[in-house]
């Protein structure tokens, strides 16, 4: 790599990095060379493993950082070369730039290669000797084969067994000081400017290594109000929190995001660390060793943690789904636990403290300490305020609790929780085998218990990956009994095909909301709760009833199959989805000719588009004659909500219309500008080109919309007057790609040429001409995580939403509680195409 990649990504009129320069000269193959590693807070903690060679840095991200352990590999990701300089940097990348976040000097010294680093380097193994002050001996460094598809290059960082070899303890813990300034990251994060000498006279050892003995001595002198000596209780039944509509809207409350997991009592005693669920299961052997152990590092003689294990999904959202599949395959190596609490520590109970002073010895307690250890950061603005902010994340919601408040046992009203998503566990009560797979489930009868009675509300038939509905299938299997598991009577529609089985799974379910017969509609499975026994199941809440949605008369066979194997959505989920979002969708896919995207057997099979009719096809997809083509094979659209779940019968994944309606052919309404980044460019700057895309639309008098493509990248999207034809839209398209690529060539470029794209966005004007589609706002995409292509205000465009961040299961939720459609006045919006200025 050379070091316009690493210059391409930054601007240094705003970040602090060096801009750097490769220095010339090949160094004889035994010469000991620099090497640094820097730890780096950025969205991730992760360290910089840097090498010089050839006159720069050769890099790699190492997601957990070096260990001394020969048995413990350590995934190293290539990322771009970097400027000898760059090896002195400490300080902040500021927020908005590639790799934003804090920056310390965490290890430098020398390296010297046993062998030739050139045919190493090249060969994909490179073995060398370390001369730090932190790290030291015989390394190595491997490339692994990438998978089809992989974007990275991803190699492995592994210490090789010598005298330098450490089986037990941890340097990143051991060790967390600048060897440049003798900071820690939180101190470089206040003050960035400041030096210091690598060890201060008179300076403290780090937290980190001091004895936990001297640690809660030094906490003896400032012990909150409220805590009292005490010896450690066997178990505290947790606090919990009541359900309301709204958050509190008075003084005296924080706010902190409501985490998708399992609330787990954490327990550590004598380096002993044991899991407890909220009713006091032990679930230690559950979670597996890596958790735990992170436990361990702790800078504690006794503590007990109140918080929630989770796994997140890419976007940075806790997703159960994903930690339930992961507790099924035993897999341990992504959990991750939010402490929001912290209730005994070193001998002192400090339920009676006040949360804000218990939250801030967590705080300290947690910091810096492992990775997977997080500390559940809370929000002083208003309730409103932060659960508007989650809707729009598509998260779960919210908890507000008195900021004064002490801990108490069970609901006492000091914790509320405000949900963006409507969420109920629910008993399983029987189950309609699938008609699409052999030994599999097709759907779940559920039901809650009211009067000491189970009662049926509906069924749920999404949610179910292709393993986990193998899995309840054996489970429930061994549970069936002849007789019906609910007290009330069903109907022959509910009874039809239904397998009643022993009420004994709790599962929790996502759904729109209660019908005015408190059934439930629109429900996708979320997992199974093994920590809530099934007779306190009982209905949160069923005051809110669902809204009127489209109906729609065409018959889906097969509902039960799965499109998406790994989320687990079916036919019917899809079929749900649309109809949470018609009233958003309608106009951008009714009336329109239409190219499809057909995968009769979900994603992981045969895949086609198609414009024109095939055999059995539904007649709510019309097939309409192209005026200029009145010879040829008829196209395709769709008029009403019919159509659309005509299109989902027929395994429709994705829709891409025409920027025209069949009302006005040769009339363009609309201009769509699709940004396609190369696998190295930053998302920052993917949203610094939709801007620059709106300020050129807007000088030239029209209006500019945006949407994530649920792909790579971003759809700049203008409503037109339809009066110009094909030919000056798409002219006009073509000169603002070719006016941004001539003032950046750097960064932009409107030619589709691969060759041309390393550290570029390609601003692909090529869906503006006749006959070319673009994604619909709100389709699906048939890829893994099933996201969607979603309307976005431009204030919402930041690096928190990525550009498949909205996926098929958080999008109606947003759109649910939106306050405005971001797209209301698209078409209101419509001017005449003018000349570009």
């Known amino acids: 790599m050379a070091l316009e990649a690493y210059q391409a990504k930054r601007n240094f009129k705003v970040t602090p990095e060096p801009r750097g320069s490769k220095r010339g000269g090949k160094p004889p193959a035994q010469t000991a060379l620099s090497f640094v590693i820097q730890k780096h807070d950025a969205t991730r903690l992760h360290y910089d493993f840097r090498l010089e060679l050839d006159g720069v840095l050769k890099s790699w991200a190492v997601t957990r950082g070096p260990s001394l352990n020969p048995d413990e590999k350590r995934l190293a990701v290539h990322v771009e070369d970097h400027p000898l300089d760059y090896g002195d940097f400490e300080g902040i990348i500021p927020k908005g730039q590639y790799g934003g976040g804090t920056v310390l000097v965490w290890d430098r010294g020398t390296w010297t290669p046993n062998g030739d680093p050139h045919k190493g380097y090249k060969k994909g193994h490179l073995e060398f000797d370390l001369d730090g002050q932190k790290l030291s001996g015989r390394w190595h460094l491997v490339r692994m084969h990438g998978k089809p598809g992989e974007r990275q290059e991803n190699w492995l960082l592994i210490k090789a067994e010598d005298a330098e070899a450490r089986h037990k303890g941890d340097i990143l813990k051991q060790r967390p ?40 001595k030094a906490k003896r002198h400032a012990w909150p109000k409220g805590a009292e000596k005490a010896t450690m209780p066997a178990f505290i039944e947790p606090e919990l929190a009541k359900l309301k509509a ?32 909220r009713s006091g299961l032990d679930w230690t052997e559950k979670f597996g060793p890596e958790i735990t152990t992170a436990f361990t590092a702790l800078p504690a003689k006794s503590a007990i943690l109140d918080g929630e294990i989770v796994v997140e999904r890419e976007n940075g959202a806790s997703d159960f789904s994903a930690l339930q599949n992961d507790l099924s395959a035993a897999r341990h190596d992504r959990f991750l636990f939010y402490a929001f609490d912290l209730l005994y520590l070193d001998g002192y109970d400090l339920q009676q403290a006040s949360l804000t002073n218990r939250k801030a010895l967590l705080a300290d307690l947690i910091a810096d300490v492992d990775a997977r ?62 008609t699409a797979m052999k030994n599999a489930i097709g759907s779940l009868a559920m039901g809650v218990y009211r009067n000491g009675k189970l009662e049926h509300v509906g069924r749920v038939g999404t949610g179910f990956s292709v393993n986990l509905a193998h899995e309840l299938y054996e489970t429930l299997s061994a549970l069936k009994q002849s007789e019906s598991s609910f007290d009330d009577e069903l ?9 009643y089985v022993k009420p004994k799974l709790v599962a929790e379910v996502e759904f729109q909301a209660w019908s005015a017969d408190n059934n439930l509609r629109h429900a996708a499975f979320r997992g199974l709760r093994e920590d809530k026994a099934p007779e306190e199941v009982m209905p949160e809440a069923t005051t809110t009833t669902a809204q009127e949605l489209p109906q729609s008369s065409v018959t889906l066979t097969h509902p039960d199959r799965i499109y998406w194997p790994q989320e687990g959505i079916t036919k019917q989920g899809l079929a749900s989805y649309y109809a949470r979002v018609w009233r958003f969708m309608e106009p951008y896919v009714t009336k329109r000719p239409l190219a499809l995207l057909r995968c009769p057997d979900g994603i992981a099979g045969q895949r086609f588009f198609q414009k024109h009719a095939w055999k059995g096809m539904n007649a709510n997809i019309e097939q309409i004659t192209d005026p200029k083509d009145r010879g040829g094979e ?89 009066k110009a034809s094909w030919a000056p839209v798409k002219a006009f398209a073509k000169a603002l790609a070719d006016g941004m690529s001539k003032d950046h060539p750097d960064k932009y470029l409107a030619t589709a040429t691969k060759a041309k794209r390393n550290g570029k966005i390609f601003i692909d004007y090529l869906r503006n001409g006749r006959g070319n589609t673009a994604v619909a706002a709100y389709s699906t995409r048939s890829r893994p995580g099933a996201a969607v292509s979603m309307p976005l205000a431009w204030n919402e465009l930041t690096e928190e939403i990525g550009p498949a961040y909205f996926t098929l299961d958080n999008a109606p939720a947003r759109l649910d509680t939106l306050r405005s459609d971001p797209w209301a006045d698209f078409f209101d919006a419509a001017l005449p195409l003018k000349k570009l200025k």
Request: hydrophobic share 40%; glycine share 8%; net charge neutral.
């Open 177 to 216: 000081e600048s060897v440049k300034t003798g900071r820690k990251i939180e101190e470089v994060a206040k003050n960035p400017d400041a030096t210091w000498n690598s060890r201060p006279k008179g300076a403290a050892k780090p937290a980190s290594i001091r004895s936990a003995a001297s640690l809660a």
């Open 246 to 277: 709204k958050p509190p809207s008075g003084e005296g409350w924080i706010h902190e995001i409501k985490f998708d997991g399992y609330r787990l009592q954490v327990r550590l005693e004598s380096g002993k660390v044991t899991l407890l669920t």
């Open 373 to 434: 250890l997080r500390f559940s950061e809370h929000f002083t603005e208003k309730g409103a305020v932060v659960l508007n902010h989650a809707r729009q994340l598509g998260l779960e919601g919210i908890i507000s609790k008195l900021a004064d408040s002490q801990y108490v046992s069970g609901r006492t009203g000091d914790w509320v929780k405000s949900k963006c998503l409507q969420r109920q566990e629910l008993v399983i009560g029987g189950y309609v085998p699938s």
């Open 491 to 499: 109907t022959a529609e509910e009874r039809r095909g239904l397998v």
């Open 634 to 722: 008829k196209l395709l659209r769709i008029m009403d909500f019919d159509g659309m779940i005509a299109l989902v019968q027929s395994a429709v994944l994705e829709i891409h219309p025409w920027g025209a309606t069949t009302e006005s052919w040769e009339r363009p309404d609309m201009i769509t500008m699709d940004l396609d980044p190369a696998d190295d460019v930053s998302w920052a700057e993917v949203i610094a080109a939709a801007y620059e895309l709106k300020e050129r639309l807007e000088a030239s008098g029209l209006a500019a919309f945006v949407k994530t493509s649920g792909g790579k990248g971003l759809h700049v999207v203008t409503p037109l007057e339809p």
